[in-house]
């Protein structure tokens, strides 16, 4: 069985890479866990004038790709404004050019967290309640709040004992697919 994880930022230092880095180490039945970085995925803005003039981009085929060939998916989304980031929403919006049912019945564990005390929660419930109609199957779903407070950023792992366990049984959903 093998999973993706990424954080949906492309922020180098991102706190939701860190957290979809950790949720990821926490999964103990699966073969392969590949955790992906969206800046391997820049492409231009998407517009429909940009794609009338070059196309479907390489980097989206590829990103679909990834998904199509793995058995389920773990994503952190991070917070700007109440919302998706940019980097996340362009690569979207370029693969569901491509593939309208992007999350092609993948089950999903969706995360977020924030420095804030909502810790993304804003982010998360539009995720969601969104990936159904973009063919995730979303088996669980949790926001870390405060994550300065609760996050152990050179032991890369959550310190708070009651999130840690929350964490553990949301992305064990992914330990007994197939």
């Known amino acids: 069985m093998n999973i993706i994880a990424f954080a949906a930022s492309n922020h180098k230092a991102s706190i ?12 103990d039945k699966v073969e392969r866990v590949e ?3 969206l800046n391997e995925y820049e492409m231009p803005l998407f517009s429909q004038d940009v ?5 479907h981009p390489q980097q989206a085929k590829d990103f679909l790709a990834k998904i199509a060939n793995s058995d389920g998916v773990i994503i952190s989304f991070a917070e700007h404004n109440g919302s998706y980031t940019a980097a996340y929403k362009n690569i ?5 050019r491509i593939e309208p049912k992007i999350f092609n019945g993948k ?5 977020s967290t924030s420095p804030g005390a909502r810790g993304g929660a804003t982010v998360l419930a539009t995720a969601v309640d969104s990936m159904p109609r973009f063919g995730g199957i979303v088996k669980a779903s949790l926001s870390v709040p405060s994550f ?31």
């Open 92 to 96: 979207f919006d370029w693969c569901s």
């Open 51 to 55: 794609e009338a003039k070059i196309g």
């Open 35 to 37: 955790v992906l970085d």
């Open 16 to 27: 939701n890479r860190q957290l979809v880095g950790y949720a990821a180490s926490l999964l």
């Open 107 to 111: 089950p999903m564990v969706l995360l």
């Open 148 to 178: 300065n407070d609760n996050f152990d950023t050179d032991k890369q792992c959550l310190t708070h004992e009651e999130l840690n366990l929350q964490l553990a049984d949301a992305v064990s959903h992914l330990n007994h697919l197939k």
